[in-house]
């Protein structure tokens, strides 16, 4: 199964925030930095938040992350209708030697 | 513009070998290292393997250790994945990922290319 775990779904409504868990190890979330990506339907991964906290250019400053220990989290404020999409959850694991993903957490905007 | 054009997809029978190819253009190519993450039907991603920027470091997932090999060449801005005695479990989209070597930082993606093993 996938190294790290994340809630396989969520969900909210226009407007809320919601917060997606994804809980490693020390090897890799507890050592190296996380990295998000996001997946709309049909559409190739994109890179979401990278390092920890930082967003590439083009990224709305609604989504943020965070890390704290061996873990970390994905923050969508303001959540909009265009969210809804697969979000993925990645870091590099020193003991496997290569990069681990979560297993997905699948975002419904009701 | 970043543009990575993944090809050499099909359907094969298991045990057989599959080449793909990854056409890099847009960035300097030689300046990145590159990987190859699949995600069969359904599923989420997985990593498969990544190459530094000048082939010094290479990894592999452990479901694709000695039996696929990755490879590039700078001078073409290519990326090549050579998929040996494949398995059922192989089946998926093929995506070839520009990124770092030593983080889980994919900053550009191509749309993938399809491998089906079935007999």
């Known amino acids: 199964q996938f190294v790290l775990i994340q809630p396989p779904s969520a969900s909210g409504t226009p407007g809320q925030r919601v917060t997606i868990s994804c809980s490693g190890s020390s090897s890799n979330i507890g050592r190296n930095t996380v990295n998000w990506y996001q997946q709309l339907p049909g559409a190739a991964p994109i890179l979401l938040i990278f390092r920890h906290d930082q967003r590439p250019s083009g990224v709305p400053d609604r989504f943020s992350g965070s890390k704290s220990g061996t873990s970390a989290s994905l923050t969508i404020s303001g959540l909009q209708s265009e969210d809804e999409a697969d979000y993925y959850c990645a870091a590099w694991d020193d003991r496997l030697y290569g990069p681990v993903f979560g297993g997905g957490t699948k975002l419904t905007v009701l | 513009e970043v543009q990575l054009v993944e090809s050499g997809g099909g359907l094969v029978q298991p045990g057989m070998s599959l080449r793909l190819s990854c056409a890099a253009s847009?960035?300097?190519?030689?300046?990145?290292?590159m990987h190859w993450v699949r995600q069969a039907p359904g599923k989420g991603l997985e990593w498969v393997s990544g190459?530094?920027?000048?082939?010094?470091?290479?990894a592999y997932g452990d479901s694709v250790k000695g039996r696929f090999s990755i490879s590039r060449d700078n001078g073409k801005n290519s990326l090549y994945l050579q998929m040996n005695s494949l398995r059922s479990e192989d089946t998926a989209l093929y995506f070839c990922?520009?990124?770092?070597?030593?983080?889980?930082?994919?900053?550009?993606w191509g749309q993938g290319t399809l491998v089906a093993v079935s007999s």
């Open positions: 990922a520009k990124g770092v070597f030593g983080e889980a930082v994919f900053d550009d």
């Open positions: 190459i530094s920027w000048n082939s010094a470091n290479i």
């Open positions: 847009g960035f300097a190519f030689d300046d990145y290292a």
